[in-house]
């Protein structure tokens, strides 16, 4: 995934709110005896780009080429975005400069990695007609330079009703895709976009509809596809993941290290599939993607971006230390083969007691594995072992043996079967490739029937499960 986003580099035209995140850093060591308020001793400031800024910073930490349209202040505050766009290459030739308006600038008091107070310095005001006209002349000649479009909405006055559907009209009259961070209550208004990012709060807001279970959920996403028109519904559920509706429900979760603070989350969301389609993955690769980036964000303090390096490093720590994600029941395993077939992924099956792990297992397993791309190994239930080895036959619980398997590096999901073989399992998967061990020649294998193609594969000498029982047994007597 990341070598891939790695050797990409889209051009993309944010439109939206400009605003500068300005940070007070410091430390609290008394109450003021003025009001029952802290005293923070500010020891360091920062400025970044905020709002549609803060997604073009994730934008270039990726190597995007970036334009940018909206409209800001004749103030420091612009200026101050002005000079980061020239240091980072950013294309910043269509933003309006109103000598009337204030450029939005959010400061917050940081105090022991904590904020105290936040307080904004802008205008709101709905940009002119005439600047409203000038910005969408800007987007037509952008339009045919640009993959992908992003519209950055904090409400603060740039994507009016009229300049949102006059941009949509653009894009796709161009076959481009426009991704929307919305803000406000109304979601018609953005009829026409490919996808709209909403988190939990704003898609509440939108539907009406208090989010606290799947069904709930499942309920908000029906009515978002609806008032927006959209083929696909999105929910950001924060540090639980992404949610996902086409004609089903799905939840991308994920395990964040820690969530310090959420601030410019949903802006590296959707800069990050942005990113991510244009490189030419998937709609569910993207998500995952910037689920990922998100929660890497998350885990810092203020207005953060993600880096590949950063993103890359989380997903070895989830592989490393949340192995047991890669158990599922049948079901889960359906939807995740589906998913992995439409990506042109060839899935490789294969089976097993697995009683207790040895070399001849994981020499097995890795063989199996360079079959394909995804290696699925079903384990039997304890109780399918014990009807075919007996009584004293399972050494070791399903469970524990299927924490052990999901922990190898060749083996990407395991499936629990209950029934004595696991033909109803291979015909839920319907893999590309069943792979069986040598003491099968000559004989049918379960499952060849629906399967492409059936590898034997030679199995190691004297390493078996029943071989160690008996050494034990020796040395024990």
Request: overall charge negative; proline content about 2%.
């Given at each position: 995934?990341?070598?891939?986003?790695?050797?990409?580099?889209?051009?993309?035209?944010?439109?939206?709110?400009l605003?500068?995140d300005?940070?007070?850093?410091?430390?609290?060591?008394?109450v003021?005896?003025?009001?029952?308020?802290?005293?923070?001793?500010?020891?360091?400031?920062?400025?970044?780009?905020?709002?549609?800024?803060?997604v073009?910073?994730?934008l270039i930490s990726?190597?995007?080429?970036?334009?940018v349209?909206?409209?800001?202040?004749?103030?420091?505050?612009?200026q101050d975005?002005?000079?980061?766009?020239?240091?980072?290459?950013?294309?910043?030739s269509?933003?309006?400069?109103?000598?009337?308006?204030?450029?939005?600038?959010?400061?917050?008091?940081?105090?022991?990695?904590q904020?105290?107070?936040?307080?904004d310095?802008?205008?709101?005001?709905?940009?002119?007609?005439?600047?409203?006209?000038?910005?969408?002349?800007?987007?037509t000649e952008l339009?045919?330079?640009?993959?992908?479009?992003?519209?950055?909405?904090?409400?603060?006055?740039?994507?009016?009703?009229q300049?949102?559907?006059?941009?949509?009209?653009?894009?796709?009259?161009?076959?481009?895709?426009?991704?929307?961070?919305?803000?406000?209550?109304?979601?018609?208004?953005?009829?026409g976009?490919?996808?709209?990012?909403?988190?939990?709060?704003?898609?509440?807001?939108?539907?009406?509809?208090?989010?606290?279970?799947?069904?709930?959920?499942?309920?908000?996403?029906?009515?978002?596809?609806n008032?927006?028109n959209?083929?696909?519904?999105?929910?950001?559920?924060?540090?639980?993941?992404?949610?996902?509706?086409?004609?089903?429900?799905?939840?991308?979760?994920?395990?964040?290290?820690?969530v310090s603070?959420?601030t410019?989350?949903?802006?590296?969301?959707?800069?990050s599939?942005?990113y991510?389609?244009?490189?030419?993955?998937?709609?569910?690769d993207?998500l995952?993607?910037?689920?990922?980036a998100?929660?890497?964000?998350?885990?810092?303090?203020?207005?953060?971006?993600a880096?590949?390096?950063?993103?890359?490093?989380?997903?070895?720590?989830?592989?490393?230390?949340?192995?047991?994600?890669?158990?599922?029941?049948?079901?889960?395993?359906?939807?995740?083969v589906i998913?992995?077939?439409?990506?042109?992924?060839?899935?490789?099956?294969?089976?097993g007691?697995?009683?207790i792990?040895?070399?001849g297992?994981?020499s097995?397993?890795?063989e199996?594995?360079g079959?394909?791309?995804?290696?699925?190994?079903g384990?039997?239930?304890?109780?399918?072992i014990?009807?075919?080895?007996?009584l004293?036959?399972?050494?070791?619980k399903?469970?524990?043996?299927?924490?052990?398997?999901?922990?190898?590096?060749?083996?990407?999901?395991?499936?629990e079967?209950?029934?004595?073989?696991?033909?109803?399992?291979?015909d839920?998967?319907?893999?590309?490739?069943?792979?069986?061990?040598?003491?099968?020649?000559?004989e049918?294998?379960?499952?060849?029937?629906?399967?492409?193609?059936?590898?034997?594969v030679?199995l190691?000498?004297n390493?078996?499960?029943?071989?160690?029982?008996t050494?034990i047994?020796?040395?024990?007597?």
């Amino acid at each position: 995934m990341i070598k891939i986003l790695r050797n990409s580099s889209p051009r993309v035209l944010v439109i939206g709110d400009l605003m500068v995140d300005h940070y007070l850093w410091g430390g609290c060591s008394r109450v003021s005896p003025e009001a029952p308020v802290q005293v923070v001793d500010v020891n360091s400031e920062t400025f970044v780009p905020g709002g549609a800024g803060n997604v073009i910073r994730n934008l270039i930490s990726y190597g995007a080429n970036v334009s940018v349209i909206s409209v800001i202040g004749a103030d420091k505050t612009g200026q101050d975005l002005f000079s980061y766009f020239v240091d980072n290459d950013v294309d910043y030739s269509k933003v309006i400069t109103d000598q009337g308006r204030r450029t939005s600038r959010k400061t917050r008091i940081i105090s022991s990695n904590q904020q105290v107070i936040r307080y904004d310095n802008e205008d709101k005001h709905e940009i002119t007609i005439e600047q409203q006209r000038s910005l969408l002349c800007s987007v037509t000649e952008l339009i045919n330079e640009v993959d992908i479009v992003i519209l950055s909405d904090y409400k603060k006055g740039v994507l009016t009703e009229q300049v949102v559907s006059g941009i949509i009209s653009i894009a796709n009259k161009a076959a481009k895709k426009v991704l929307v961070d919305p803000k406000c209550d109304d979601f018609s208004k953005y009829k026409g976009a490919y996808l709209l990012t909403p988190n939990k709060k704003e898609a509440m807001l939108a539907t009406n509809i208090n989010i606290h279970d799947d069904d709930s959920l499942l309920q908000a996403h029906i009515k978002l596809k609806n008032i927006a028109n959209l083929d696909y519904s999105i929910i950001t559920l924060g540090d639980e993941g992404i949610s996902f509706y086409s004609d089903q429900l799905v939840q991308i979760k994920t395990v964040a290290k820690e969530v310090s603070d959420v601030t410019g989350a949903g802006d590296t969301v959707i800069s990050s599939i942005a990113y991510a389609l244009c490189s030419g993955f998937e709609l569910m690769d993207a998500l995952k993607f910037s689920n990922y980036a998100a929660a890497v964000v998350v885990s810092k303090i203020g207005s953060s971006v993600a880096s590949f390096d950063e993103v890359e490093s989380y997903i070895n720590y989830l592989n490393t230390v949340d192995s047991k994600g890669n158990i599922k029941s049948i079901d889960e395993m359906s939807l995740l083969v589906i998913d992995a077939k439409q990506q042109g992924k060839k899935v490789v099956f294969t089976n097993g007691c697995f009683d207790i792990l040895h070399a001849g297992h994981v020499s097995y397993l890795e063989e199996a594995k360079g079959f394909g791309d995804i290696l699925v190994v079903g384990i039997n239930s304890d109780s399918s072992i014990t009807r075919l080895k007996g009584l004293s036959r399972p050494v070791n619980k399903c469970e524990d043996r299927a924490r052990v398997l999901a922990a190898l590096t060749s083996v990407d999901y395991v499936v629990e079967f209950e029934d004595d073989t696991p033909y109803r399992l291979i015909d839920a998967v319907k893999p590309a490739v069943l792979v069986k061990g040598g003491d099968y020649h000559g004989e049918v294998v379960v499952g060849s029937d629906i399967v492409d193609d059936v590898k034997i594969v030679e199995l190691l000498v004297n390493k078996s499960t029943t071989n160690i029982i008996t050494k034990i047994k020796g040395l024990s007597s």
